[in-house]
């Protein structure tokens, strides 16, 4: 592994300015791209004192040995070019966004001289005017078959429209009037095209006019006892109200914005974005992202606003966007989003009001959206074969860890120490299995020995299940490996305790949260599985349900430890005579101040108690 400062260039070499670096690995691959408001100041942070960096940065100094760097005129510039790079290169230690699901949208083609609406789910075309994206494609299907009863533009592909040209005679849709048929000559080229910007403007919020003009033209053919246009008329504004019925309303104003919520777990995150244009929902989308620990909120936030713009039609960008989190480099990323839309934009966190319930509900949509991508994760039978595959074979071990059961300790400051077992069984959890264990005494002392004590009593408890008549199988199953939480000195424990029972055909190791490092027994170096493997996301998910479970205990002793009283320890005194006791008086203190007369008075208390009780107090 390269040292950086076999590398470091010379300070007096940096320039002070602004500007975007590249740091490459010995095969020349870039490995990471940053920007700078001063280059100088931001690339000496890198190589003054390494060991301070954060693991992951660190990591990534010491893989690569060489670094470049390009000077920019503005921060602007530099946010550019920096996602320009970022792009280009996908370098492995840059956070990048992933969509959660591939999304569709309508789309305009309004640069053809005979525009043609579609919807479709790939990359962004210039001279193509693009709304949503939807959640569900037949949303966006009878979106469109709704407003095609208003306005009747072409569908089809270029291949059916040249057929029709030829032919003179048009398709289906226009003989069943979804279409005006410009392919024949019923419409002219360039009124076709106002139907094109009918749809546009509708679709970008300015519905009213259309509405309002259609039912004034009703009014006036009724009056005029053309019942057959009226009738048309009314079905193309029945068609147009279930379109803003489909669109749910968040503001009361017509406000456009866009509202960002970023939900973060230790190793994940998800972004969600609610489009809303004239106070209703017109599109949502989702990013689920790897997370990295030394990227704050701010940055990731910075980082999803670049990839959500970029590329971007100016019309698509509001005036507002609203978000949790105001991304680091708030300025320069205002001035970038102005400069592709053309006017001043806005990026704020909202404090109250409509606003921010809908923040709340983009929100709750975040968090769902992680939660579908673990369980859709964690469900598919060929990712969890993988990821067991791959334990497998970076451990070296004998067979597939069917069965993985994972121990972490959970304690506050040495007190109320606790510990979970969970199950993996064929990569998914079996909750039934899960354990719990109180622990006590010297093996409370740190969590060496305390991770010495849980794998002794679980199992102790496997070897009794051996030769029960009526073995209980929750204790009765060998796991193919035991993975503990921590490092070296962890594993070390729990293969002395499995060794002082006689068992060494389990297989140990522990997972080390700062660089994912997996340690193996009596091997002085970790072993590292790459970082978007499944068999590492699975020892992860593993490791993570240990400490929710063991955490969720802890707290629960931790709170009924602080909720505990003298009354406890009373002989006699059960947990329904001390509600009723405490219900009677109101506190301890008040119950210690009563006589035995006074404490006989409470329901289901008799002298003999009470006496026991006023003696109980008086030490």
Known sequence: MPDPSSYRPATGSIPTSAGVYKFRDPDRRVIYVGKAKNLRNRLNS???????????????????????????????????????????????????????KSYPYLAITMNDEVPRAYITRGKRRKGIRYFGPFAQVWAIKETLDLLLRAFPMRTCTPGVYRRAERSGRPCLLGYIDKCAAPCVGQISKDDHKDLARSISDFMSGNTG???????????????ELDYERAARLRDEISALQKVLDKSAVVLSVSADCDIFALVTEEFEASVQVFHVRQGRIRGQRGWIIERSDDHTPAELTTDYLRQAYSGLDAEAIPKE????????????????????????????????????????????????????????????????????????????????????????????????????????????????????FAIHGEAAADDTASMYDVV?????????????????????YRPSLLVVDGAGPQVAAATRALIDLGIVDISVVGLAKRLEEIWVPDDPFPVILPRNSEGLFLMQRLRDEAHRFAISYHRSKRAKAMTSSVLDDIAGLGESKRTALLRHFGSVKKVRAATAEEICEVKGIGPALAAKIVAALAD
């Not at 920019?72 to 966004?97: C, G, H, K, S, Y």
């Not at 009794?464 to 009526?470: I, L, N, R, S, V």
């Open 46 to 100: 890198y190589f003054a004192n390494p060991a301070q960096l954060h693991p992951r940065t660190s990591t990534m100094v010491h893989t690569a040995n060489s670094v470049e760097w390009t000077v920019v005129d503005t921060e602007v510039e530099a946010l550019q070019l920096e996602w320009t790079w970022i792009n280009e290169f996908n370098p492995r230690f840059n956070v990048m966004f992933r969509d959660d």
């Open 209 to 223: 006019r259309f509405i309002s003009h259609r039912q004034k033209e009703m009014a006036s053919a009724a009056a």
């Open 321 to 436: 966007i609203l978000v949790d989190s105001l991304p680091a480099d708030l300025d320069s990323l205002e001035a970038w989003l102005s400069q592709l839309r053309g006017s001043r934009v806005t990026v704020r966190v909202p404090e109250r009001g409509e606003k921010k319930a809908a923040l709340e509900t983009v929100e709750k949509n975040a968090k769902e959206a992680l939660v579908q991508h673990k369980l859709k994760r964690s469900s598919d039978l060929t990712t969890r074969s993988q990821a067991l595959k791959e334990i497998q074979e970076h451990l070296d071990l004998p067979e597939a860890p069917l069965r993985i059961e994972c121990i972490d300790i959970s304690h506050t400051q040495g007190s109320n120490v606790v510990a979970s077992l969970v199950v993996f069984e064929d990569g998914m959890a079996k909750k039934r299995d899960y354990r719990h």
């Open 456 to 476: 002794s009593r679980r199992f102790s408890r496997y070897l009794e299940q051996m030769t029960a008549e009526e073995p209980d199988e929750r204790f009765g």
